[in-house]
């Protein structure tokens, strides 16, 4: 099941629990993957307007033509590789904020965003142990 449908099915559970924490952590990881989504997308629409704007430099015509029929589907979801790239960003800035609350004095809010840290770690496949790469 891709990531952004189960973000959703536990959206949808949590809910119905009434995990406040976790309905917001999911609904941020959720926007955070709907923005990576969107920036793909511009990129893939540049790459292609680049290649046409060399293709067909000395026709205006044509150029103009091939430009409007590009498509950039925003809607095209990010691959895993991708997807998981930006739940271990979402991961890395909570831990970060989970230092600097430390450093301040704060282990409420570092121990909130440390548990935010968990509830994103269950969405990463596993991670092989040190002795699990050793031949």
Do not use: C, F, N, W
């Amino acid at each position: 099941m891709p990531i952004q449908d189960q973000l959703l099915a536990d959206l949808k559970a949590a809910m119905r629990s009434g995990e406040k924490a976790r309905v917001e952590v999911i609904r941020t990881t959720r926007a955070a993957l709907q923005a990576a989504q969107l920036e793909a997308a511009k990129q893939r629409y540049d790459e292609a307007a680049r290649a046409i704007e060399a293709q067909y430099a000395h026709d205006a015509a044509a150029r103009d033509a091939a430009l409007a029929a590009i498509s950039a589907d925003a809607h095209t979801p990010l691959d895993e590789a991708a997807a998981d790239a930006v739940i271990a960003k979402e991961i890395k800035r909570r831990r970060d904020a989970s230092e600097i609350y430390r450093k301040a004095g704060r282990e409420d809010l570092a121990d909130a965003e440390d548990s935010e840290a968990a509830i994103l770690q269950g969405y990463l496949p596993q991670q092989l142990s040190s002795e699990e790469l050793r031949p």
